[in-house]
């Protein structure tokens, strides 16, 4: 069973977060094992702060990001989303393919409206996913449909990610 990052920080496993209560549960823990505190502890000692120091930024950053969030809460029950085998619904690849398209007709036109315009489709469907994640996962313990909720979270984030660097190189 993989080690909880709710666990370490002594939070609900839930993908409905707060990220308020992270943040708080992260400074308090990251204090109390700050590497710093340890100096002049024996070496056992160090390298144990050391250790949960590192758990807690990599918790912190895992729990922070709401698709890594739910590949982790996905992991501790069981279920992996690192690998093949999750199929996605054919109308999801199709609104892919022609956000995709939309995308690349805003680079070669340079339309900075239309970028925008879909700049808010698509993080509305982010949006959804991750509500959609939180009824899944906090309420119906539909872990199936979660994991595939998940790979399309993912592909929704790196368009977004294209979004952005498309709207850099219009503003450049």
């Not at 619904?89 to 393919?97: G, R």
């Not at 939309?102 to 509305?124: S, Y």
């Amino acid at each position: 069973m993989p080690q909880s990052y709710f666990a370490l920080f002594n939070l609900e496993p839930r993908f409905a977060l707060p990220i308020e209560q992270l943040e708080l549960a992260y400074r308090a823990l990251a204090t109390r094992v700050h590497p710093d505190r340890y100096a002049n502890a024996g070496p056992a000692e160090q390298r144990q702060a050391l250790a949960l120091a590192t758990d807690a930024n990599e918790g912190y950053r895992t729990l922070r990001k709401p698709v890594l969030r739910a590949r982790h809460l996905l992991s501790l029950r069981g279920i992996d989303t690192t690998t093949g085998g999750i199929a996605t619904a054919p109308e999801f690849l199709l609104e892919q393919m022609e956000w995709r398209e939309a995308l690349g007709d805003v680079q070669a036109t340079r339309d900075g409206n239309a970028l925008q315009r879909l700049d808010t489709a698509v993080r509305g469907r982010a949006a959804a996913l991750q509500a959609q994640l939180a009824r899944q996962l906090d309420t119906e313990g539909n872990h199936p449909a979660a994991a595939q909720s998940v790979q399309q979270l993912m592909f929704v984030e790196k368009l977004i990610a294209d979004i952005d660097e498309a709207r850099a190189l219009l503003e450049a």
